[in-house]
């Protein structure tokens, strides 16, 4: 008798909302795409934290019939790790100001935006007629191409593969490095992907001499989204600047591939 009436008091002095529908909207073409993975809803009513909710699922707001303020935080898998969960840094939370009759469900969507002071650092969509800021490294022995019209994600998209008796690849950004703080958390990289082999994600110097591995993203067969924190990357790195790296190696006779779209390497001032 007591478990249901806290359930008929939490039903009479709440509302909920339903949320089907997340977006992320770019301000202009230098934040690239507005593809995401936001899997969770991070919601704070009245400036307390109210519970963390998968997108879609019926969020209670207890409001006991008074004006709310509600903050949305946009909740994602960080490394791509189910148990990792955390708001991204880099979306702008949401507040709404409303009123709502308890006991009411309102549906409505959500569309999250960049923080202003986003720095990006580093953007990479394969779409520059004249090149892409990705090289194979030294010891490479794959090949690094645009994807064939049929596996791109958004406009074009770039090949990494491994076929025949080639045994190893590996591929990083180009240009004069990427300066990165120290002792930070909020330092980022986003992109969208489909492989076949599970590949790694890590920072190095610019010699080459030093690398630290990010994360090791599995196989999946069809486009996905994932955010990379590099933190401890930067940190285990002696260096004054920094390069992304990718690789992967072949043990088997299947050919392997790794499709790559929208690089975007993010951090906080």
Not at 66 to 88: E, H, P
Request: charged content about 15%; some cysteine; overall charge neutral.
């Amino acid at each position: 008798m007591l478990s249901s009436c806290k359930k008929y008091q939490a039903a009479n002095s709440s509302f909920f909302i339903k949320s089907d529908v997340i977006s992320v909207t770019t301000a202009s073409a230098s934040e690239g795409s507005g593809s995401h993975k936001i899997t969770d809803l991070w919601l704070y009513v009245n400036g307390k934290y109210q519970g963390t909710y998968p997108v879609g699922s019926l969020m209670p707001i207890a409001n006991k019939d008074q004006a709310t303020t509600i903050n949305v935080f946009a909740g994602i898998k960080n490394n791509g790790i189910s148990d990792t969960r955390i708001f991204y840094p880099f979306y702008q939370f949401l507040t709404l100001d409303t009123f709502v009759t308890a006991g009411k469900t309102i549906s409505r969507s959500f569309s999250f935006n960049y923080k202003p002071n986003t720095q990006f650092l580093w953007m990479e969509n394969f779409e520059n007629s004249v090149g892409y800021s990705l090289k194979t490294s030294d010891n490479n022995v794959g090949t690094l191409q645009y994807a064939s019209a049929g596996d791109n994600f958004e406009g074009k998209s770039i090949l990494a593969s491994l076929t025949g008796s080639q045994n190893y690849a590996r591929f990083e950004s180009t240009g004069s490095g990427f300066e990165l703080k120290t002792g930070v958390s909020d330092i980022f990289l986003e992109l969208n992907y489909k492989s076949n082999v599970a590949f790694t994600v890590g920072l190095a110097d610019l010699a080459g001499t030093q690398e630290a591995e990010a994360v090791v993203v599995n196989p999946q067969a069809s486009w996905n989204k994932i955010y990379i924190q590099l933190a401890s990357s930067v940190n285990a790195i002696t260096a004054n600047k920094y390069k992304v790296y990718f690789k992967f190696v072949k043990t088997d006779d299947i050919d392997k591939q790794v499709f790559i779209d929208n690089v975007k390497l993010l951090y906080l001032p």
